[in-house]
């Protein structure tokens, strides 16, 4: 069974930068779904952006309308680590933020809905966006 484990996740004020940090413990295979979700105090979960392994070297990036072209997700295979590189950093982008692992078939963001699909969960970093 995959383990998730979260860091990167602090304190920053409007405008800031900072990395998210997922590990691994299997090795990703072709057909998997890894995805960033978050979740706000009083907010339902939402999926914030997801990458795709369709096989070696193929994938699919995909975001929200609210972190696009803010945020961009990747994975270092060698290191079975994703990332989440969020940039311009907003009040509401204030979460605690999870990551998570499933089939690919839920990679899309109309199938994300709370993550219900997902198989695999972290316990979360929180991040927290001062103005």
């Known amino acids: 069974q995959a383990q998730l484990v979260e860091s990167g996740g602090g304190s920053v004020q409007v405008g800031g930068s900072l990395r998210l940090s997922c590990a691994a413990s299997?090795?990703?295979?072709?057909?998997?779904?890894l995805a960033w979700f978050r979740q706000a105090e009083g907010k339902e979960r939402e999926g914030v952006a997801s990458f795709a392994v369709v096989a070696v070297g193929s994938h699919s990036q995909y975001y929200s309308d609210s972190v696009k072209g803010r945020f961009n997700i990747s994975i270092d295979n060698a290191r079975k680590t994703l990332y989440l590189e969020m940039n311009n950093l907003k009040p509401e982008d204030t979460a605690m933020y999870y990551c998570?692992?499933?089939?690919?078939?839920?990679?899309?963001?109309?199938?994300w809905g709370s993550g219900a699909r997902m198989a695999y969960w972290g316990k979360g970093t929180l991040v927290t966006v001062s103005s």
């Open positions: 299997e090795f990703i295979v072709s057909d998997n779904c």
């Open positions: 998570s692992a499933g089939p690919g078939v839920f990679c899309a963001p109309g199938s």
